[in-house]
């Protein structure tokens, strides 16, 4: 094992961790000055590794651009992306996802604050994922990890805005949901009391037979209702 440690300006820690064949971080570093990483491999051992300071906007993945092949070679090796939702909520999409070993990926999600957003697998069999990521002033930070000390990973990525229409009543809209991992906000004007349906109908995916969830959000900005439909739904309110 090789213990990797941030050292801050000040000479005190910001991070560290142990790492067998790799490891990532996440640092929104709180001062100006010079930073150092200390490396110590254990039981005096020699050490060879590949280290990366990365800002994780370098590697060509843009907002509502098209989608960009990844493709990590050495043991251990992560990805890391900053997503700016700054101006409007974003959706982030993984595709095409092979591993050399193992089921699928880890991938984790940090707020702009740096606090936690998400964490979850993401699996080959579901042939990707996708994460959610709410208007918000700055850059998260998301990391796609191997879940094997062996482990390689190639996917596509794809970062959208989501995309908003307006509902008018009776009149039915036609949704195209056309990027990997994007979602689509509906927006309506409503008055309490008032006593409304909406219905889903002739839903279809690419991969087939995928759920999708719909999501009523009232003014307030928390949820009312919300299901999953295959092919289609009905919400009474």
């Known amino acids: 094992e090789v213990r990797y440690a941030i050292i801050k300006p000040d000479g005190y820690e910001l991070e560290s961790g142990i790492a067998v064949t790799g490891v990532t971080y996440s640092m929104r ?8 990483v200390f490396v110590d491999p254990s039981g005096g051992a020699t050490a060879t590794s590949q280290v990366t300071l990365s800002t994780g906007t370098t590697n060509g993945l843009a907002t509502d651009g098209g989608s960009v092949q990844y493709e990590t070679i050495l043991p251990g ?29 880890k991938v984790y999600a ?20 996708s994460l959610n990521l709410p208007k918000a002033t700055g850059r998260y930070a998301i990391y796609v990890v191997p879940t094997g000390l062996d482990q390689a990973m190639s996917f596509k ?18 949704l195209y949901v056309t990027r990997r991992g994007q979602n689509a906000r509906l927006s309506f004007t409503g008055s309490a009391g008032e006593t409304i349906g909406l219905q889903v109908a002739g839903q279809s995916t690419f991969p087939a037979g995928k759920e999708v969830a719909y999501a009523i959000i009232k003014p307030d900005g928390y949820e009312l209702e919300r299901g999953t439909a295959i092919t289609g739904v009905t919400y009474t309110k």
Do not use: M
């Open 77 to 105: 090796q992560g990805l890391f992306f900053a997503a700016d939702a700054t101006n409007a909520s974003l959706g982030f999409g993984i595709s095409d996802l092979v591993v050399s070993s193992g089921s699928g990926v």
């Open 157 to 174: 990525a794809t970062l959208s805005s989501d995309q908003l229409q307006t509902l008018t009543r009776v009149k039915p809209l036609a």
């Open 110 to 129: 940090y707020k702009p604050d740096n606090s936690w957003h998400a964490d979850f697998f993401c699996e080959v069999e579901t042939q990707g994922c």
């Open 29 to 36: 570093l709180p001062s100006d000055g010079t930073y150092e």
